[in-house]
């Protein structure tokens, strides 16, 4: 009992002073330079959360990634010199990777990958801004499967798809970029609540399309906000995926609730902007019929438009090719769809569209960035190495009898009065008994050494009858 | 009753005479039942076996001794369970299922008594030994002998059995996701012609004129009278408890930087790029997407093109479209694909490695997934890539098989 309560006080004291991670703790963050002629990644795996690893400008022909948290990675820029990630000599798929939660990439210049130049997937919390981004085969920056997000102040060009490519994701503002000379400028997929705002998407094929696609993981998207953007002259056909289906500059293809307000549309060929449903997707698409295929609620709000749809491209009418376009226009039903007047945009398809309330106003939505970073559920220091203790120990050990490893009665009276002990040997074991009886432990050490000494107490302390 | 030696008088007349088959195949099962019913004898109530109280591995006993799934994934943000990632939750699961329900779903995942002829159980395709599957291109069902590879004569089935790995978050089930549900999935098989070929009728039977099962269903359900339903949850209780969250890849992504070695890490590399696509599908933690997609894989050899999905919702864009399957153990289940139509996992990577749709040239009638495309890998990439696979193997919770089932009848082993 007194053991116990020992054991208690200690996971109190650690709850109140030291909360307990996954993944080593640093006291202090650090700051890693890294010059030419070393490696990124070497610094990035020296890294700890809270750590910045400062890149020098200089050429590095790596893929760097981050699988771990709150690191960021900044290229020190020098006289306007950057730190450049190629990919080009050594045929690299990726510039940077980050799966890590709170990463902050900042200041290079990528270019010349297979893949993706900037990619997240997975990771929430990020920001990724001040890069160059240049012929890259797919996406410049394309941040995935995340919440809370910023893509702000980037420079992206010559990708053979999209510039910023946004997948399903939440919570993300794209700000103050310039993408010229790609396929596609910002896109907008299987997404909630991407706020797209102060862009200059100019020369794509198409400026900010905002889509859903079907057969994948999400069956919705909406709340797509595309606001004060300069939308202009994209009618680039030098990607041959993009070539049959250039001169557009905002596209929505079945996403609801998407307010395109206060931008300047100018130039691009076939529309300054096509509302659609899923069905322009055409044959090349399996039908998904979780999706609802037709846009519903699009508001178009005081933007200004000059010169679009002048020759439309690839833009069909009830299965008939149409040879001009317009500033507007709408080839789906769905509902609920307003026009605020007063634009003098050349519409064509809207004559049932209502006239629009007012948009919010940037006070009303200045950002869909969380407040706060999404954070895990919180739990006390105790609940989380019991957790642990059934994650990971409970695969091998039981209390009293032998499965993969010894049954933990062995292990208590092994260790019986030497937490600190076993806390260590968890980390590094080494073998105690002939790998034909037991197989070898793997190492714990990702386990910090908090939670491994909150292991060693439980196992030594609680584990027991009442226990798996 | 095969027809592996046609000298076999049973053989014969099936061939010649349908109503004479149908006669013999009666009489031979009948011969059969008794003699397996001389050879096993049902155990009795207070025989050897008894449920377990403890929750398997990687759950722990909660309230209402209902077993709960724990993982580290549980540590990390919840944004959307449903798009996957890294350092990511995991989507919701069915667990809370109590320690003797799982345990009496083990007995009954072993336990011939399952099927018609008594000599088929779920273990027979989905085998420990085989990584919950049978190391076959298509699976045998019924009139089968053995289990595994080794499984021959029988009906063969048109798909491969899937491995049972993480059920638990899985949402749809069979390769043309035609069940919403375990259960579904399960009484399917339990049904079928092909496979076991008994009714919820008989199985109730079966089960309930067993002594030991209804002493084992009075402690997993408080019940003296064991119904179907019963049953199909005894089974999906073991079924979920079968997890693989802890393999080399789960430490590294958990932060053990040399759980992975440089290769390995490059095909993790590979396998997130865009150019290769395999986690827009495959996606982590679960590295399935749970989606159904036409990829392009050819009619195994000999055999028809299967139609897959498009067979269940009659939708023709589905053609030859299959659930994602999970990659966690993948290294200890070859073949792949529905119909073994790849060796190994080169072959696997080799396949998604060519121009989209080439193993299907010449048919204009499939709709491809968007995500398919050229990849260009090197053979150095694809060996990195295959590499990576085989860091996904964890079978820490890979069941025990019961020395001895209630019924008495042989456990594959």
């Known amino acids: ?468 | 009753m095969v027809c592996t030696n046609h000298r076999r008088a049973g053989c014969t007349v099936q061939i010649r005479n349908k109503r004479h088959q149908t006669i013999s195949v009666l009489l031979i099962k009948a011969a059969l039942l008794y003699l397996v019913a001389l050879a096993s004898t049902p155990l009795s109530a207070d025989a050897e076996v008894n449920l377990s109280d403890r929750c398997p591995p990687y759950f722990s006993l909660s309230q209402g001794n209902l077993c709960r799934l724990k993982t580290l994934y549980d540590l990390y943000p919840a944004a959307n369970p449903q798009w996957g990632g890294y350092r990511v939750a995991l989507p919701s699961r069915r667990d809370g299922f109590t320690p003797q329900q799982i345990d009496l779903g083990r007995y009954l995942f072993f336990d011939s008594i399952l099927s018609a002829d008594r000599d088929l159980s779920c273990a027979h395709c989905h085998h420990p030994e085989f990584s919950l599957s049978d190391g076959r291109d298509r699976s045998i069902g019924r009139h089968g002998h053995g289990f595994g590879p080794a499984r021959s004569g029988g009906n063969e089935l048109p798909r491969a059995a899937p491995a049972l790995w993480n059920m638990i978050f899985q949402q749809q089930f069979f390769w043309d996701g035609r069940a919403a549900s375990l259960e579904q999935q399960i009484e399917t098989v339990l049904t079928t012609r092909e496979e076991m070929a008994t009714s919820p009728g008989q199985l109730v039977a079966s089960i309930n004129a067993i002594p030991a099962y209804r002493s084992l269903f009075l402690a997993a359900f408080a019940t003296e009278q064991i119904e179907f339903e019963q049953i199909l949850t005894a089974i999906v209780a073991f079924e979920t408890s079968l997890v693989s969250l802890n393999s080399a890849y789960d430490r590294y992504i958990h932060g053990a930087r040399d759980a992975l070695s440089e290769q390995e890490i490059n095909g993790l590399n590979i396998f997130r790029s865009f150019a290769s696509r395999c986690s827009q599908c495959h996606t982590p933690p679960l590295f399935t997407s749970g989606q159904i997609v036409t990829t392009g894989v050819p009619a195994a050899a000999g055999l028809p093109f299967d139609v897959g999905a498009e067979a269940v919702t009659r939708e023709p864009s589905l053609r030859g479209a299959f659930k994602v399957p999970s990659l966690r153990n993948i290294a200890r289940s070859a073949p792949f694909m529905h119909a073994g139509q790849a060796r190994t996992l080169l072959d696997a990577v080799d396949f998604y490695n060519q121009a989209p749709g080439h193993a299907v040239a010449g048919r204009s009638d499939l709709t491809l997934h968007w995500h398919m495309v050229d990849p260009h890998l090197r053979t150095d990439e694809m060996v990195d890539l295959v590499a990576f696979l085989h860091t996904l193997t964890d079978e820490t919770a890979m069941p025990v098989i019961p020395d001895r089932v209630p019924s008495g009848l042989p456990v594959p082993r």
């Open chain 1, 1 to 468: 009992m007194r053991m116990k309560n020992r054991f208690v006080q200690l996971i109190r004291s650690c709850y109140i002073i030291v909360p307990l991670i996954l993944g080593p703790l640093s006291a202090r963050a650090a700051e890693i330079v890294v010059n030419p002629g070393e490696r990124i990644q070497a610094a990035v795996n020296r890294a700890v959360g809270g750590d910045t690893v400062r890149v020098m400008p200089g050429l590095y022909e790596e893929t760097v990634y981050i699988d771990k948290d709150d690191v960021d990675l900044i290229g020190v820029i020098v006289d306007g010199a950057r730190p450049i990630l190629d990919g080009g000599k050594k045929d690299l798929h990726d510039g940077i990777i980050a799966s890590g939660h709170g990463v902050i990439i900042s200041g290079f210049h990528v270019r010349n990958y297979r893949s993706n130049g900037i990619t997240t997937q997975g990771a929430n919390n990020y920001r990724i801004h001040n890069n160059i981004v240049e012929n890259i085969f797919l996406y410049g920056i394309f941040p995935q499967f995340g919440k809370n997000g910023l893509v702000a102040q980037n420079i992206i060009s010559n990708t053979s798809d999209a510039g910023i490519y946004v997948g399903i994701s939440e919570n993300v503002d794209i700000i103050a970029n310039e993408v010229f000379d790609n396929a596609l400028g910002i896109e907008a997929e299987n997404s909630h609540r991407i706020l797209i705002e102060g862009n200059y998407a100019h020369d794509n094929a198409v400026g900010i399309p905002v889509v859903i696609f079907p057969g994948l993981q999400t069956k919705t998207a909406a709340d797509v906000v595309v606001r004060n953007n300069m939308v202009i002259n994209n009618n680039s056909t030098r990607f041959e995926r993009s070539k049959d289906h250039t001169g557009r500059g905002i596209t929505v293809t079945a996403v609801d609730r998407v307010t395109i307000v206060g931008n300047i549309i100018k130039g691009n060929q076939t529309c300054g902007i096509c509302i659609a449903s899923l069905s322009v997707l055409g044959g090349a698409f399996p039908v998904d019929a979780a999706i609802e295929p037709e846009p519903d609620e699009t508001r178009i709000i005081s933007n200004m438009f000059i010169n679009n749809g002048y020759a439309a491209l690839g833009l069909e009418v009830a299965g008939a090719n149409i040879e001009n376009g317009a500033d507007i226009v709408n080839l789906a039903r769905g509902r609920g769809h307003c026009y605020a007047g007063s634009q003098g945009a050349k519409q064509l398809g809207l004559s049932h569209w209502i006239e629009c309330e007012p948009a919010p106003s940037r006070d009303d939505l200045g950002s869909y960035q969380l407040a706060e970073p999404l954070e895990s559920q919180a739990l006390s220091a105790a609940q989380k190495v019991q957790l642990t203790y059934h994650a990971v120990c409970s695969g091998c050990h039981a209390y009293d009898n032998t499965m993969i490893g010894p049954p933990m009665t062995v292990i208590q009276a092994l260790y019986m009065d030497n937490p600190e002990g076993l806390a260590k040997w968890i980390a590094a074991p080494t073998k105690k008994r002939p790998i034909e009886e037991f197989p070898a432990m793997p190492p714990q050490d990702y386990l910090s050494e908090q939670l491994r000494l909150g292991l060693a107490h439980y196992i030594l302390e609680e584990v027991g009858a009442d226990q798996n």
